[in-house]
């Protein structure tokens, strides 16, 4: 399916689109970038402009094209499948590696996402929230309206971030995190039973979702639901400072 491209935005060389993508009136996307299929992004937003780095290029890429050198022209953005950009939302070139937003994401008024950072699917980022550079926000995590994160910060899967909060550290999976500076409150209860746990199941998984306990050993994550047995194991995994 064509894309339907308003005619007052601008697309700029380098920059490769699927199909089926709505991009509204006065959007900028210049490269390197990569958007792929069913994105609504709607009027205002701008996509690629330089990481907000004083020592870095700023190049015009709306006038010209990427020369192809990361150091002039950034480590690109890549955007998959079905996300909903909002307007005024921004996401900004990597420095250092591509900043990357997965696919069906939910992106409100106004956001943005900072350089390098990392955004898996599922993930629902809520008007005026802004992370610092090098973030990762695994699958499923949500930030509530003017939340900030600091750089380099992880949002676990299924955590949720409350409003106004300041995030200075990881948030934990399928938690709950609120304030300035943000402290864990609990577990994300709802998140979990919504994708199929029992109470039962849920209390038995809280001692490793508080950091107090590892996973339980009677093989527990292998009889979650696919998915979300599979961000279990990873998160379980991944590396620590």
Request: proline fraction near 6%; charged fraction near 20%.
């Amino acid at each position: 399916m064509v894309n339907r491209i308003h005619p007052t935005a601008v697309i700029g060389e380098g920059v490769e689109l699927g199909e089926d993508n709505v991009i509204g009136p006065f959007t900028v996307i210049v490269g390197p970038a990569r958007i792929g299929d069913g994105n609504w992004i709607g009027p205002h937003v701008t996509i690629g402009t330089p990481g907000e780095d004083r020592g870095r290029e700023h190049p015009a890429a709306w006038d010209s094209a990427p020369n192809g050198d990361p150091d002039h022209d950034g480590h690109g953005v890549v955007i998959g499948s079905r996300n909903r950009i909002r307007e005024y939302a921004s996401v900004h070139q990597g420095t250092w590696r591509t900043t990357t937003i997965g696919d069906g994401g939910y992106f409100l008024r106004g956001s943005h996402i900072a350089h390098d950072c990392l955004v898996e699917d599922a993930v629902t980022v809520a008007s005026n929230v802004v992370t610092g550079g090098h973030c990762h926000l695994w699958s499923g995590a949500n930030l509530g309206m003017g939340a900030i994160l600091h750089q380099r910060v992880v949002i676990g899967p299924g955590a949720m971030v409350g409003m106004s909060s300041a995030v200075r550290k990881e948030v934990g999976a399928f938690t709950i995190a609120v304030g300035n500076p943000a402290r864990v409150t609990g577990v994300n209860t709802v998140g979990l039973s919504r994708r199929g746990l029992d109470e039962a199941t849920i209390e038995a998984l809280g001692p490793w979702l508080k950091g107090k306990a590892g996973l339980p050993e009677d093989g527990l994550a292998d009889r979650l639901p696919g998915d979300l047995s599979t961000l279990v194991k990873a998160w379980d995994a991944r590396p620590r400072e």
